[in-house]
């Protein structure tokens, strides 16, 4: 099966610092990968979408300028929270989508806790 | 866009019982529709899915059937284990676009 992995699993970090979040498939090409974050006992919310070589997009009400998501290679997609404070703290998810033989699949990390002091 | 609507949680078993929790979708088009679950502290697996009406999905002793009439895609176990216990959540999908996740199901299994 399809294999994605997220560096570090999780992180605590002091107010103002930013934090750097990767996310890459081991053992397929992804143009694509998605970013969710999860707070405690709540559903993934969609940040934005990664294409490789591309800008991101970004859905309503995330700030690009402070998730900067930079997708370098078909295999890595990284997640910068820039100026990090307590609010940010949560679970962060990445999943990659691959397509083989015209199949589109998902495959999700296993998630980076991130806590902001 | 695409939404899920599932049951309100926490669902609170005993070992064995039957579990039921029901997923109803609105999309456009055709989407496949999926089962995740989340185990404590952890990120999602893929628990099932299915891609055309009538399929039935299943694994590990879970299965849904893909009710394009009443736009539903209810999972259901016939006995429960105590590992079972996680978040489950239902998702419909267009062609890979991302993956639009509804609330989610607490499911709580006591021995």
Known sequence: GAVVSQHPSWVICKSGTSVKIECRSLDFQATTMFWYRQFPKQSLMLMATSNEGSKATYEQGVEKDKFLINHASLTLSTLTVTSAHPEDSSFYICSARREERGVREQFFGPGTRLTVL | ?111
């Open chain 2, 1 to 111: 866009g695409d939404s899920v609507t599932q049951m309100e949680g926490p669902v609170t078993l005993s070992e064995e019982a039957f579990l039921t929790i029901n997923c109803t979708y609105t999309a456009t088009g055709y989407p496949s529709l999926f089962w995740y679950v989340q185990y404590p502290g952890e990120g999602l697996q893929l628990l099932l899915k299915a891609t055309k009406a009538d399929d039935k999905g299943s694994n590990k002793g879970f299965e849904a059937t893909y009710r394009k009439e009443t736009t539903s895609f209810h999972l259901e176990k016939g006995s429960v284990q105590v590992s079972d216990s996680a978040v489950y959540f239902c998702a419909p999908n267009q062609a890979g676009t991302a993956l639009i996740f509804g609330k989610g199901t607490t499911l709580s299994v006591s021995s």
